[in-house]
C-alpha cells in the first residue's frame, strides 16, 4: 500500500449523490462531473463516508494476507474489539489461537498494551501540578489526532503524549517477545481505516514498528470457519481493563479518572473540541474522544452491529473479572518507552494559498462570493456549503454557476435579455439575424 491515506473511492460506484458531504468533518469531499473526489490534505480518515455512502462507493485500503509472506516470523496483535465480533461461547484464547490457524506464528494482544498505556497515561497526568489550563485529550484515536491537526491545531498541545496502545504493542513484540531478530513481521488487525494510515504515518513516533495492518472485515470469515476445530492454546495476556477499550468509557475507566468526559461519534466529538477551544470544560480532566459510534466496536472495518459487539465486550470484562489470571505471562515491560518522541504538527488544510497576500486577495474574493449565495447548503453545488462553494470559486476549482439557483438567476436574466433584444428590434427584420 502507498500514500497516506487509507480511505478510498471507488468510481465505478459513485452515483453523485452528495451524502457524504454533509457527513464529512472536515469538508475534505466534492462532487464534481456526477462522480465524488477526496481532497486528501483535509481527509482525516474517519469513516464517516464509508459508513453513510449508500453505494458502497467509499472503502478503506488495508494490506492482504498475502503481505504475510514477506517474513518468517508474523505476529498479529489484534485490536480488543475483535473479540466483540463473535460470541461469548468462543472464548478469547480461542479466537487468538484461530488466527494462528490462519497463518500467523504467534499473537499478542493490543489490550495488554492497552492496560500498560492506561497506567502510563495515569502516571503522567498525576504529574501535572494545576488543571487550572483545561483537560488532556486522549491521543489514542488517529482520526481524532487528525481532525485537531486539521481543525482545531490549538488543541495539539493538550494531546496526552503517550503512544497508542497498537504502536505499544508492536514495540513490546520487537523488543520484549522477539528482540534480535530481523525477520518478525508485526500486522494489526484493525477495526478502522484511521489506524490504517496511522501505521504508514506514524505521527509523532518517529516511525511505526507496524509492518501491516488487516481489516477486521477481511478476517472474520476466515476466523469464524477456523474457531471451531482450532486447538485451545494458552494465549491470552489481558485482563478486563485492556479489553475495556473497545468501547466508549473503556480508556476513561481504566485509567481511573474521576474527572474524566467520554465522547463517540465525529460530530459531538467537533461538538466537545469546539467548546473546548472556546474556553469551555475546565472543570474537566481528561476527554476520551473516539471518532466511531460508541468506541471502536463502531469502526467501518468491523462487522457486527456496534451495540451488539460493546455487549459481548461488557460480558467477557465480567467473565475476566472473575478469572483474572491472565493464560500467558508477559516479559518485563517497565523499559518499555511510551512517551511519543515528537510533537504531533498541525495541518494547514484549511488554507486558501500559501502565500499569505494571496490569500487574503482570495478569501476577500470568497467572502464576496459568499454573500451572493442563497445560503442554503444544499449540496447540489457539489459543495458540502455556500461557504465552501464560495472557496472554491476564489481558488479557481469551480465557478459560481454551479449552484443552481445562481444558474436559474443567469438563465433568467439571459432569456429577458433576449426577449428584450426581440422586443426592440426593428419592424421588418429577419429574426433569424438576431
Request: charge should be neutral; charged fraction near 25%; proline fraction near 6%.
Amino acid at each position: 500500500m502507498t500514500g497516506e491515506h487509507s480511505v478510498t473511492l471507488d468510481p465505478d460506484k459513485c452515483k453523485g449523490c452528495t451524502t457524504c458531504l454533509r457527513y464529512c468533518p472536515t469538508e475534505a469531499i466534492r462532487v464534481r462531473k456526477g462522480r465524488a473526489h477526496i481532497i486528501s490534505e483535509r481527509c482525516v480518515d474517519c469513516g464517516e463516508c464509508i459508513r453513510v455512502c449508500p453505494h458502497g462507493a467509499k472503502k478503506a485500503l488495508s494490506d492482504s494476507m498475502s503481505s504475510l509472506e514477506r517474513f518468517a516470523v508474523r505476529v498479529a496483535i489484534p485490536a480488543p474489539s475483535l473479540y466483540g465480533q463473535f460470541d461469548e461461547r468462543f472464548s478469547v484464547d480461542q479466537i487468538l489461537s484461530a488466527l494462528l490457524e490462519l497463518g500467523f506464528t504467534d499473537v499478542f494482544e493490543v489490550a495488554k498494551a492497552a492496560e500498560l498505556v492506561s497506567d502510563a497515561s495515569r502516571t503522567w497526568m498525576e504529574t501535572r501540578t494545576s488543571l487550572a489550563d483545561g483537560p488532556c485529550i486522549s491521543s489514542a484515536c488517529p482520526a481524532v489526532v487528525k481532525l485537531i491537526q486539521v481543525r482545531f491545531p490549538s488543541l495539539l498541545d493538550r494531546l496526552l503524549p503517550v503512544l497508542s496502545p497498537m504502536e505499544v504493542a508492536a514495540r513490546i513484540v520487537k523488543t520484549k517477545l522477539y528482540p534480535n531478530r530481523n525477520e518478525v513481521g508485526v500486522f494489526f488487525i484493525s477495526p478502522c481505516a484511521a489506524k490504517v494510515s496511522a501505521a504508514r504515518t506514524a505521527l509523532g513516533t518517529g516511525g511505526s514498528l507496524v509492518d501491516g495492518v488487516l481489516g477486521m472485515k477481511d478476517l472474520y470469515v476466515p476466523l469464524r470457519t477456523a474457531m471451531p476445530g482450532a486447538p485451545s492454546r494458552k494465549l491470552r495476556h489481558s485482563g478486563s481493563r485492556g479489553m475495556a477499550w473497545a468501547h466508549i468509557d473503556g480508556e476513561s475507566d481504566a485509567m481511573g479518572s474521576s474527572r474524566a468526559i467520554s465522547v463517540s461519534g465525529i460530530a459531538d466529538v467537533m461538538g466537545v473540541l469546539e467548546a473546548l477551544e472556546n474556553g469551555k470544560l475546565k472543570s474537566v480532566s481528561f476527554i476520551e474522544a473516539l471518532a466511531c459510534p460508541s468506541g471502536c466496536v463502531g469502526g467501518p472495518l468491523t462487522v457486527e452491529n456496534p451495540y451488539m459487539a460493546k455487549a459481548r465486550i461488557r460480558a467477557r470484562e465480567r467473565a475476566m473479572d472473575e478469572l483474572p489470571e491472565a493464560s500467558r505471562q508477559l516479559p518485563d515491560c517497565t523499559d518499555v518507552c511510551m512517551e511519543r518522541s515528537g510533537k504531533i504538527p498541525p495541518r494547514p488544510a484549511l488554507r486558501l494559498h500559501p502565500d499569505m497576500l494571496q490569500a487574503m486577495i482570495m478569501m476577500e474574493e470568497s467572502e464576496i462570493v459568499a454573500e451572493s449565495l442563497p445560503g442554503l447548503d444544499c449540496g447540489s453545488c457539489g459543495a458540502p456549503s455556500c461557504r465552501a462553494l464560495a472557496e472554491d470559486v476564489a481558488k479557481g476549482d469551480a465557478c459560481i454557476t454551479d449552484c443552481i439557483f445562481k444558474l436559474r438567476e443567469n438563465v433568467r436574466h439571459l432569456a429577458e435579455q433576449l426577449l428584450d433584444m426581440e422586443l426592440r428590434q426593428p419592424p421588418g427584420l429577419d429574426k433569424g439575424n438576431v
